[in-house]
């Protein structure tokens, strides 16, 4: 089982990125999915979090700003990035909450990081 992060990049500040995360493997239900995030000499933070069912939340630096959302036919979470600011400038990380086969209670899965550089 695996999450595979894509869509970081530079980007000027104003700017716009989309970010992908794909599941994989043998997974029997998808409940939360989110996006965090790590800026260099920081702790990783909450970004946004979506629930199976579409619910949503975000972090307030983000609001108005960043749009989650998912496909559950696709196993993917999106992160819809506008109004780039300097601040936003970190490794991305996307989370989900997963129960695969075999294994009876849903654990924590984390993809490998994708790197948003919000610069002029």
């Known amino acids: 089982v695996q999450l595979q992060a894509s869509g970081g990049g530079l980007v000027q500040p104003g700017g716009y990125l989309r970010l992908s995360c794909a599941a994989s493997g043998s997974i029997f239900t998808i409940n939360a999915m989110g996006w965090y995030r790590q800026a260099p000499g920081k702790q990783r933070e909450l970004v946004a979090v979506i629930t199976r069912g579409g619910r949503t939340n975000y972090a307030d630096s983000v609001k108005g700003r960043f749009t989650i959302s998912r496909d559950n036919a696709k196993n993917t979470v999106y992160l819809q990035m506008d109004s780039l600011k300097s601040e936003d400038t970190a490794v991305y990380y996307c989370?989900?909450?997963?129960?695969?086969?075999?294994?009876?209670?849903?654990?924590?899965?984390w993809g490998q990081g994708t790197l948003v550089t919000v610069s002029s």
């Open positions: 989370n989900a909450d997963m129960t695969i086969y075999g294994v009876l209670v849903p654990q924590d899965y």
